[in-house]
T-cell receptor, first 113, second 114 residues
Framework: LAKTTQPISMDSYEGQEVNITCSHNNIATNDYITWYQQFPSQGPRFIIQGYKTKVTNEVASLFIPADRKSSTLSLPRVSLSDTAVYYCLVGPYGSSNTGKLIFGQGTTLQVKP | DSGVTQTPKHLITATGQRVTLRCSPRSGDLSVYWYQQSLDQGLQFLIQYYNGEERAKGNILERFSAQQFPDLHSELNLSSLELGDSALYFC?????????????FGPGTRLTVL
């Protein structure tokens, strides 16, 4: 599974847009990129998943450049409740593979008032 | 609420003991995953079951075992417990056997070994 690198921590203020970039230089052709959010003592929560270009849902956008060696999670207008750890995961998905998730250290986002 | 339930919420036991953690997946999900989260190791994948069969194995110790029953609930058995086994244990579920789409995590079981 491809190794990911993301900042250990980030600070932001309420109402700002936050962009968290993840580097995955060894991403394989059949790898997807998935982001999870985790609050203290809670299980991770799926945010968004993509393969290429841009994916948007009701909570976030995921930007993936053409070479797919990095990806950026964009959180619009963050609030205090977005303070959490954000994990970038890269893995092969398909009928011949498993759902095994490899979590790195994640990015701790601190949103300040 | 993810729809995944885990019991018990907290468990305190002594070294050398054996415990069983239980997980009920979301309705319709056939895959169940177990993860361990400790302060020094982060989130670690332990094992996956799909429709009753073992699908993938991660960093699961030989003292640990799991199974998925015909009604799709799963149990994680931890035996000969050591202090270092103290951690949060999460169960997750998904529809299919692979990782496409979301895994839905339960609230976790906090295990404390004294």
């Amino acid at each position: 599974l491809a190794k990911t690198t993301q900042p250990i921590s980030m600070d932001s203020y309420e109402g700002q847009e936050v962009n968290i970039t993840c580097s995955h230089n060894n991403i394989a052709t059949n790898d997807y990129i998935t982001w999870y959010q985790q609050f203290p003592s809670q299980g991770p929560r799926f945010i968004i998943q993509g393969y290429k270009t841009k994916v948007t849902n009701e909570v976030a956008s995921l930007f993936i450049p053409a070479d797919r060696k990095s990806s950026t999670l964009s959180l619009p207008r963050v609030s205090l409740s977005d303070t959490a750890v954000y994990y970038c995961l890269v893995g092969p998905y398909g009928s011949s593979n498993t759902g095994k998730l490899i979590f790195g250290q994640g990015t701790t986002l601190q949103v300040k008032p | 609420d993810s729809g995944v339930t885990q019991t018990p919420k907290h468990l305190i036991t002594a070294t050398g003991q054996r415990v069983t953690l239980r997980c009920s997946p979301r309705s319709g999900d056939l895959s169940v995953y177990w993860y361990q989260q400790s302060l020094d190791q982060g989130l670690q994948f332990l094992i996956q079951y799909y429709n009753g069969e073992e699908r993938a194995k991660g960093n699961i110790l030989e003292r640990f075992s799991a199974q998925q029953f015909p009604d799709l609930h799963s149990e994680l058995n931890l035996s000969s417990l050591e202090l270092g086994d103290s951690a949060l244990y999460f169960c997750a579920s998904s529809v299919g056997p692979s990782g496409e789409g979301a895994q839905y995590f339960g609230p976790g079981t906090r295990l404390t070994v004294l």
